[in-house]
């Protein structure tokens, strides 16, 4: 079975300052991707980033990164100097990777809200 | 590219009646598409996995005879929602996937707001 667990139900920052938002998951796959979508309050997901479980260098993009350690099984979200535009609902999700095995399991969601 | 709609945006019906959902990817041919609910600050759930020309894959505890799955071509897929109740009341969301492309990438629709009066 998998599992996703997103343990910061709501964070608030003010708006410029960093946050990090976590992600733990668990899975008997050997093979597998991580993912993650925002959800902002039209309810459409936005794809963030995917990630192979082959691959643990982190990721970068804009104000974004990713830190992907599979020893703790974590794959967390940093969001550098955040902006009001930010403030969304943060999902984690966890698939297999063959076809058949692609379904998504979810985390509960992070509800971030960047104070201006 | 890689763009999916979905059918009605919102719909608002009366207790007992049945209600259609179409999924569609508009510029790529998807075999397989997912149909997920959420409920108000939950997350999203998968109740299904669509097939092109076979039947669906219910996630355990989703009602299959209350939740009509059907992937009749490459591009659509549809759930209707039969004799609804007020706690069928939800966001429906679908995602697709394209195609012969290896890696997992879904794209998702924009959702379906339901509310059952």
């Known amino acids: 079975a998998q599992k996703v667990t997103q343990a910061q139900t709501e964070i608030s920052v003010v708006e410029k300052e960093d946050v990090t938002l976590d992600c733990v998951y668990e899975?008997?796959?050997?093979?597998?991707?991580l993912f993650w979508y925002k959800q902002p309050p039209s309810g459409e997901l936005v794809f963030l980033i995917r990630r192979n479980s082959f691959d643990e260098q982190n990721e970068i993009s804009g104000r974004y990164s990713w830190n992907f350690q599979k020893s703790t099984s974590s794959f967390n979200f940093t969001i550098t100097a955040s902006q009001v535009v930010d403030s969304a609902v943060y999902f984690c999700?966890?698939?297999?990777?063959?076809?058949?095995?692609?379904?998504?399991?979810f985390g509960t969601g992070t509800r971030l809200t960047i104070i201006p | 590219g890689a763009v999916v709609s979905q059918h009605p945006s919102w719909v608002i019906c009366k207790s007992g009646t049945s209600v259609k959902i179409e999924c569609r990817s508009l510029d790529f041919q998807a075999t397989t598409m997912f149909w997920y609910r959420q409920f108000p600050k939950q997350s999203l759930m998968l109740m299904a996995t669509s097939n092109e020309g076979s039947k669906a894959t219910y996630e355990q505890g989703v009602e299959k005879d209350k939740f009509l799955i059907n992937h009749a071509s490459l591009t659509l897929s549809t759930l209707t929602v039969t004799s609804a109740h007020p706690e069928d009341s939800s966001f429906y969301i679908c995602s697709a996937r394209e195609t012969g492309v290896v890696e997992n990438e879904q794209f998702f629709g924009p959702g379906t707001r339901l509310t059952v009066l």
């Open positions: 999700a966890l698939s297999g990777l063959n076809f058949g095995n692609e379904k998504l399991t």
């Open positions: 899975t008997r796959d050997t093979t597998y991707y």
